[in-house]
Structures are given as structure tokens and as C-alpha cells.
């Protein structure tokens, strides 16, 4: 299994310009979720879903959108981007209900650089 | 807002010593999770801990669980170089579908 990938790795925006981060699982997880780290803010969590068609809000959503048309994949969208989305990305999943009882696996992170 | 504070911010000591750090939450909560991200890296899950549990032990880690003072520590014995790393407490005080993450304690071990 490759667990939880995520791309690009790294990524430049200019102010205003939209993009699409990509996550994807194979372990049939039917939770996944978005998380941005900032230094000393730790993880913050931006959207979340616990199954295909079903999204929610998490802390920080302003500016984000997501969808979930498959088990395997939850992107996350910046709609317009702002300096302020610079930041760490991490998608995350896991298998069981209640998530927060069960252990989440990450992704290795999306560094984003907003200009 | 962040749920949980980690104490301290920072820590460095040398092989072999034990290491300690703190978690502070603000609300009641149903679970508390440890978590490990080496650099660069997304977060690796070390151990969960329930609300009715005062401790829990794994390898070298020993957590410990206060609801009263909604506190929780983590403790690495005989520490490694390998363990540095920032470590990350995450509560379930927002919803047991979100699970908030605190600020994090960055440790180093030297050899």
C-alpha cells in the first residue's frame, strides 16, 4: 500500500491564481481531512469528510473548497489565493468512526508559497 | 483557536536521558492522541489515550492522562538521536470528528 499520497510537493502561486491539491489513499479509509500547519500554530483542520459525498468545515475552511466524489481522493481547492495560504498542507485519513478514537495516517505534505 | 499547548516549546538533552513534555487542553474530551512529525514529514500516530485511562505505556513512551487539571504528558525513556522531532498532542474537544492538534514541543537528543 502507498498509504496517503499527496502533489505536488511544492508549489508557487501568485496572488489570485487558483489550484487544486491532490490526496489520495489506498487503504479504503472512509474518513479523510485537510489540515494546514503554520510555525508555531500547529495543525490547523481545514475541511473534513467521513465518506464519498460527504464534506464538512473544520477551523480555518474560508478560502478552501473541497468534494468527495470517491473513497480514494479528497482535493482540496484554493479558490483565490492569498499570502496568507502560504503554508504546510497535510491530508490525512483513517478507518474508523469516531474518527478522533482512531489513529490518523498523513500524507507527506504539500509545501505551498502564496506571492 | 488551538485546543491543546504543549510544554515546552522546546527541548534538548542527550542520549540516554528521559525525556518529558506537557499537553494542555482547554475543553473536556472523550480521547487524547500523541503524535511525531520528523522533519519535513507528515505526522506519524504514537499513542491514544481514553478519558477513563490515567496511563498508558508503549516501548518507551508513557503517557499519562489528568482530566481533572486537563493536562497529559509524554514521556520517552533512555531517548535516541532517532527521537528527534516534534511532538504533537491532538483532542477530540471540538467533536469527536475533529480532532484538534496542539502546538507542538520540538525535541532534540543529541548524541
Known amino acids: 500500500n502507498a498509504g496517503v499520497t499527496q502533489t505536488p510537493k511544492f508549489q508557487v502561486l501568485k496572488t489570485g491564481q487558483s489550484m487544486t491539491l491532490q490526496c489520495a489513499q489506498d487503504?479504503?479509509?472512509?474518513?479523510m481531512s485537510w489540515y494546514r500547519q503554520d510555525p508555531g500554530m500547529g495543525l490547523r483542520l481545514i475541511h473534513y469528510?467521513?465518506?464519498?459525498?460527504?464534506?464538512d468545515q473544520g477551523e480555518v475552511p474560508n478560502g478552501y473548497n473541497v468534494s468527495r466524489s470517491t473513497t480514494e481522493d479528497f482535493p482540496l481547492r484554493l479558490l483565490s489565493a492569498a499570502p496568507s495560504q502560504t503554508s504546510v498542507y497535510f491530508c490525512?485519513?483513517?478507518?474508523?468512526?469516531?474518527?478522533?478514537?482512531?489513529?490518523?495516517?498523513f500524507g507527506p505534505g504539500t509545501r505551498l508559497t502564496v506571492l | 483557536s488551538q485546543q491543546g499547548e504543549e510544554d515546552p516549546q522546546a527541548l534538548s538533552i542527550q542520549e540516554g536521558e528521559n525525556a518529558t513534555m506537557n499537553c494542555s487542553y482547554k475543553t473536556s474530551i472523550n480521547n487524547l492522541q500523541w503524535y511525531r512529525q520528523n522533519s519535513g514529514r507528515g505526522l506519524v500516530h504514537l499513542i491514544l489515550?481514553?478519558?477513563?485511562?490515567r496511563e498508558k505505556h508503549s516501548g518507551r513512551l508513557r503517557v499519562t492522562l489528568d482530566t481533572s487539571k486537563k493536562s497529559s504528558s509524554l514521556l520517552i525513556t533512555a531517548s535516541r538521536a532517532a527521537d528527534t522531532a516534534s511532538y504533537f498532542c491532538?483532542?477530540?474537544?471540538?467533536?469527536?470528528?475533529?480532532?484538534?492538534f496542539g502546538t507542538g514541543t520540538r525535541l532534540l537528543v543529541s548524541p
Open positions: 491532538a483532542t477530540d474537544g471540538l467533536g469527536f470528528q475533529k480532532l484538534v
Open positions: 469528510s467521513v465518506g464519498a459525498g460527504i464534506t
Open positions: 487503504m479504503n479509509h472512509e474518513y
Open positions: 490525512a485519513s483513517s478507518s474508523d468512526y469516531p474518527v478522533t478514537t482512531d489513529t490518523q495516517y
Open positions: 489515550i481514553r478519558s477513563n485511562e
